[in-house]
């Protein structure tokens, strides 16, 4: 409840019939929808339907222009829309046609409309603004030898444009990338039309999404690439994109996909998507993404001496796996990040396995002796302790690899391997292009197992210590001091 006197109410109303109700709002403050990890991520009162990005590049020491449209629905009542964004410099910003006021609030960009917004009612949002390319270490644009990529994991899509960054809100994509002749630009789905020449300088590629996806899978690349296709299961459209010069030498990693992929399927049925292909970076990263049908790999992993054939082979699998868990079955919050990496994980293992390398039982032992110490250092699967104050790269931990791995090892130990293997093909079709998370999981897996396994999966999922391994009582678990 909110109390004025007659004269502050008196100028209330005059400055509403004015149209100017907006200069009485309290000042603008960073939203989020609640994320346990990351409580200011997302906003509410809206959901994104889709985005149309358009970036102007020029060289890597220079901001990109660029232009975000979105169509969303409201679900309230709206005086304001917050949107996820830093690391630009917005020049206008229009809500449903008309002007609006913008400004900064933490890592938020506030919109105030000329008119309150309705519930259920349309919001169309045109932000013109700069992206800036030059790095921070966290996150978003990665500057690559000969350009650009995107690596926006966890959090940093909104280091490259304005968005709704939660995982929860997915939304269908269309991208429009300008970049001086004799680069190529490479983004996510496929293309909508040949790349447009625009006068003799630069050239322009537009490509589109045909599945929803969540910011953080969002990818962009700009350089010196070669495009490298074939034919996937089911004659799918397969795009590997690469640097020019390292088209020859990374060939024989390259034609794995197609028989990695029908791996796959025989496991968890037909690829979720319109495309798939490799993106080899040349750059340092520390990691390897799976942006939605086109997953970063850093070029060293494929061209270095430091890694044996069969590891390389098995981190393809794990990113092509992810297609199916974390990019079309998207996480509902970031504590249910290890339905992605478990999963991901679990196959990378079981084709290592296939390939005689480092067997499956081998792998989850070992992982079943380190378990609680993983949970000591990273908390318990289903509930990750945060990233570390300035590396949010941080809260992907052991425990969320093959810790997680090692509760669905115990829960097919538990339930036997059909009824396991029902699960993850479920799991996959009934959540496509959806999100989901562990509690979901654990109803799924209660019905195929014929009974509820809540109290038989919280200790694996929530607990401080390793619970005893179904079929394994001679394993041990040192406890973590």
């Known amino acids: 409840m909110r109390l004025t006197s ?146 926006n994991q966890a959090d940093a899509a909104h280091r490259v444009f304005p968005c709704n960054d939660h995982p929860a809100d997915k939304a269908l994509f269309t991208f429009r990338i300008t970049a001086p002749n004799g680069t190529t630009a490479v983004a996510n789905g496929l293309p909508v039309a040949p790349p ?88 340092t990263t520390g990691f390897e993404l799976e942006t939605q049908t086109l997953s970063l790999f850093e070029r060293g992993l494929f061209t270095g001496a430091s890694y044996p054939a069969w590891y390389v082979e098995s981190v393809m699998v794990h990113e092509l796996a992810h297609q199916w868990f974390g990019d079309s079955v998207t996480p509902r919050t970031w504590s249910d990040l290890w339905l992605n990496e478990g999963h991901a994980t679990w196959y990378e293992a079981l084709y290592a396995d296939g390939l005689g390398k480092y067997s499956l039982e081998r792998r989850m032992r070992e992982a079943y002796q380190r378990s609680d110490q993983w949970r000591a250092a990273g908390g318990p699967p289903a509930a990750p302790k945060g990233p570390e104050p300035g590396k949010k790269i941080s809260l992907f931990r052991p425990v969320v690899y093959d810790g997680s791995a090692l509760v669905l090892y115990a829960l097919r130990q538990e339930i036997g391997a059909p009824a396991f293997e029902r699960v993850q093909r479920r799991w996959v079709t009934e959540y496509a292009d959806s999100v989901a998370g562990t509690e979901e999981f654990v109803r799924l897996a209660s019905e195929e197992a014929g009974r509820d396994l809540t109290a038989w999966l919280r200790p694996w999922l929530y607990g401080t210590t390793t619970p005893p391994m179904p079929g394994h009582p001679e394993w041990s678990a040192p406890k973590s001091v």
């Open 6 to 151: 007659p004269r502050l109410r008196a100028v209330l109303l005059a400055a509403a019939s004015l149209g100017l109700v907006a200069a009485v709002l309290p000042p603008p403050q960073p939203l989020g929808i609640g994320d346990r990890l990351f409580p200011e991520l997302g906003n509410p009162g809206y959901d994104v339907l889709t985005y149309d990005l358009s970036f102007a590049y020029r060289d890597n020491r220079t901001p990109l222009d660029a232009v975000t449209v979105i169509e969303a629905r409201t679900d309230r009542p709206l005086d304001r829309v917050n949107l996820d964004f830093t690391h630009g410099t917005v020049a206008s910003a229009q809500v449903n046609g008309a002007p609006a006021r913008f400004e900064a609030a933490g890592e938020d960009l506030v919109l105030t409309p000329a008119r309150p917004l309705p519930a259920h009612s349309r919001l169309h949002i045109t932000v013109r603004h700069t992206s800036d390319p030059r790095g921070r270490g966290d996150g978003g644009w990665v500057p690559t030898r000969d350009g650009l990529a995107m690596a």
């Open 196 to 283: 447009r020449r625009s006068g003799v300088a630069v050239t322009t590629w537009t490509y589109r999404t045909a599945h929803p996806m969540a910011t953080e899978l969002a990818q962009v690349s700009i350089g010196d690439s070669a495009v490298v296709r074939r034919t996937g299961p089911h004659g799918l459209p397969l795009r590997d994109v690469v640097p020019a010069a390292d088209r020859e030498r990374l060939e024989p990693w390259l034609r794995k996909t197609p028989e990695q992929m029908r791996w796959l399927e025989e496991r968890l049925g037909r690829y979720p998507f319109e495309t798939y292909g490799v993106l080899v970076a040349h750059a």
